[in-house]
């Protein structure tokens, strides 16, 4: 008899640990949600070959799943120079990638190294970034993603501008 009501209090106190364990994943989900639109802009500074660069990122287009949401954005790059803060080159290219819901961290990557909407003067590669959104959806950190063989960027600091 006690073995039984052992029984049934454990398999209670289970249940009640899954419930508050499912509304919290639930509330999280849709906190990113919340905190994610199209049309933000994400403005990342980063430093390539010791030139500074600011990276404008627009959200264009998010797909949500249970996991993850996939990110389409337009990123416009301006280098500066290191010096008396004059712009030396700009350009833009399409990004794409995921952001992790659970985790918060993101790989925007571009659609090929030579693949420019608006083309810098000089040879330059486009880039991408992998790195984490913090908590309260205000900014993110991480490192400067480059194409295979393309050395010379650092890691980013990033503030996130809700539309």
């Not at 990342?44 to 030139?51: G, L, Q």
């Not at 797909?63 to 993850?68: A, F, H, V």
């Not at 486009?126 to 993110?140: M, P």
Request: charged share 25%; glycine share 8%; hydrophobic share 40%.
């Amino acid at each position: 008899m006690k073995l039984h009501w052992l029984r049934r209090k454990i398999v209670a106190g289970i249940s009640l640990i899954s419930a508050v364990i499912t509304i919290y994943i639930t509330v999280d989900s849709a906190n990113l949600n919340e905190n994610i639109h199209t049309e933000d802009v994400w403005k990342a500074n980063y430093s390539c070959n010791n030139h500074k660069a600011l990276l404008n990122i627009r959200i264009k287009e998010l797909d949500y799943y249970s996991d993850e949401i996939k990110i389409n954005a337009l990123a416009a790059f301006t280098e500066v120079d290191r010096f008396d803060g004059e712009t030396i080159n700009n350009g833009a290219f399409e990004l794409r990638g995921i952001l992790n819901r659970g985790t918060r961290n993101f790989e925007l990557k571009p659609l090929g190294p030579h693949e420019f909407i608006i083309k810098p003067k000089e040879s330059y590669s486009t880039i991408g970034l992998v790195g984490q959104i913090d908590s309260e959806f205000i900014s993110a950190t991480g490192r400067v993603w480059q194409p295979e063989g393309y050395v010379g960027c650092k890691g980013f600091d990033m503030t996130i501008i809700k539309s």
